[in-house]
């Protein structure tokens, strides 16, 4: 048995990433499957770490995961019982495990004083994926039905997590879609190579055997209407994301040929990898047909998140010729500052994702000055400016320094500067509900944000990270059982999640 006192015995190790020339010919996951022998070390060392703030709701995980406890089931062998705690508060791990950022990471207490955290992410990627080794995903046995039933109007993380929640105290669900596929920005938002869609197909076909009907290709609000939805079903619980992406429309150029959305590239990207998957040609285009595919050309992004990130890998993969990501601020340090973000608390750091290692050039604090035409209507450069950005009283002053503008050849800028809340959209006003200053929309103490309707996820909390959208879909099940008064108890919601925003 390995030594309980691992982390003196062990360093933080991860899995060996696929080389970079193999994964970007194709659109298979960026980390195989990690051995047993180097899971089982890693969760060694997750023992004895004093108080555990990993899976505190606060600084840690919003899931309230039993991380120690898992970990310690794995050290010992024991993977049946670690898939049991881990489903036990995460419907699904095997997506928090690929896409979550890991606050649990960053609160571990392995990472005082610039120590290395635990691998927690790995370790339960594994563990998910040994409960598909070890059995598959067995659908749950559900109780008598309730005779109640609950519109899930969304079908990201949100709206399934609450979906899986609800049939599995024995209520009747619908999930409604209006794209053409089930799984929200998971199934068209999330590159294959951090999530392969064969993980959520497998989470749908568990659901659907719980009970579970899925709707595809219905735009609440249009093809069915909020009256008809109430009169079909007992309670409706919004799920719908917050995609309305923020724009930079002063920015002279921005009306250009070529200058698009992030998500619009990420999503027609995944459409033609679907395709593929199933056999049919497709080509990246925009709903309205415009080619938007970066083979061969110049690709400018401009944002440091994740869904730049995203953008990045998937340039790559398509061939660009050369890319850019913009920041707008500077260049963050490779440790955590304690002045600045005390452990536990999330750190400003540089993050590199496997995408940065394929290629492209990083450019830090710098702002666009113009998106520059080529006569035609084509962009054709970016013009960029280094910038200095202060924060006072909670507002952000950008000053250009003079003399520091140039130009960055570009055939196509993706902006991925953040999102601004959920879409406007006719259902909001045929539910009564609005939008509040940050784009979201409000609730009350019991997730309600009209009667009988409630919200959570992105659309209520704002765009946020995947641990978040399953645990506000959790606690909205609760509170939607205890609305229906069928009896019986939901599982606990674990962590902040259990109250609304508003509520706090």
């Not at 250009?256 to 990246?284: D, I, K, T």
């Not at 507002?395 to 520091?404: C, E």
Request: charged letters at 20%.
């Amino acid at each position: 048995m390995p030594d309980p006192n691992g982390f003196l015995r062990y360093p933080r190790r991860m899995p060996a990433r696929r080389p970079v020339p193999v994964r970007i010919s194709d659109w298979r996951e960026v980390y195989p499957p990690a051995g047993e022998e180097l899971i089982r070390e890693q969760a060694t060392r997750c023992m004895d770490c004093g108080i555990p703030f990993c899976h505190s709701d606060t600084a840690g995980c919003p899931l309230g995961n039993r991380i120690p406890d898992w970990n310690d089931l794995v050290r010992t062998g024991n993977w049946d019982a670690a898939v049991e705690s881990l489903h036990a508060t995460n419907n699904f791990p095997e997506f928090t495990g690929r896409l979550c950022p890991a606050p649990c990471e960053a609160a571990c207490v392995l990472g005082i004083a610039g120590g290395e955290p635990v691998t927690i992410k790995q370790v339960e990627v594994e563990i998910a994926d040994a409960a598909v080794a070890r059995g598959g995903l067995r659908p749950v046995p559900v109780p008598a039905p309730t005779g109640r039933s609950v519109a899930v109007v969304g079908s990201g993380p949100a709206g399934l997590a609450a979906a899986q929640q609800l049939a599995r105290a024995g209520h009747a669900v619908t999930v409604y879609e209006r794209d053409d596929a089930i799984g929200g920005l998971l199934r068209y938002g999330i590159p294959d190579f951090k999530l392969e869609k064969r993980h959520v197909d497998r989470r749908l076909a568990q659901l659907a055997a719980e009970g579970v009907e899925f709707r595809t290709g219905v735009n609440v609000g249009v093809d069915v209407t909020a009256e008809q939805l109430r009169a079909r079903h007992d309670a409706v619980l919004l799920a719908c994301g917050a995609l309305a992406g923020r724009d930079t429309p002063e920015t002279p150029g921005r009306q250009l040929r070529g200058v698009h959305q992030a998500m619009a590239h990420l999503v027609a990207a995944n459409r033609v990898v679907a395709a593929a998957g199933e056999g049919r040609p497709a080509l990246a285009v925009l709903p309205d047909g415009t080619p938007i595919d970066a083979a061969g050309k110049h690709v400018v992004i401009i944002g440091g998140g994740d869904t730049a990130a995203d953008c990045l890998g998937v340039a790559h993969r398509q061939g660009a010729a050369g890319v850019h990501q913009l920041d707008l601020y500077p260049r963050p340090p490779q440790a955590r500052d304690e002045e600045r973000d005390p452990w536990p608390t999330w750190p400003w750091i540089l993050r590199s994702y496997p995408a940065h290692e394929e290629g492209g050039e990083r450019v830090f604090a710098v702002a666009v000055q113009e998106f520059v035409d080529d006569g035609t209507g084509q962009v054709r450069a970016v013009r960029i400016a280094e910038v200095t950005v202060e924060k006072r009283d909670g507002r952000r002053t950008v000053t250009v320094l003079p003399g520091s503008e140039r130009e960055l050849p570009a055939d196509l800028v993706l902006l991925a500067i953040g999102f601004e809340g959920t879409e406007e959209q006719p259902l909001l006003a045929q539910f009564g509900v609005v939008r509040n200053a940050r784009g979201a929309v409000d609730a009350g103490p019991d997730w309600q944000s009209s009667e009988g309707v409630f919200v959570a996820g992105d659309m209520h909390r704002g765009a946020s990270l995947i641990v978040w959208a399953i645990a506000e879909g959790r606690a909205a099940a609760a509170a939607i059982h205890a609305h229906l008064g069928a009896g019986g108890a939901l599982p606990a919601p674990v962590g902040s999640a259990a109250q609304p925003l508003a509520a706090r």
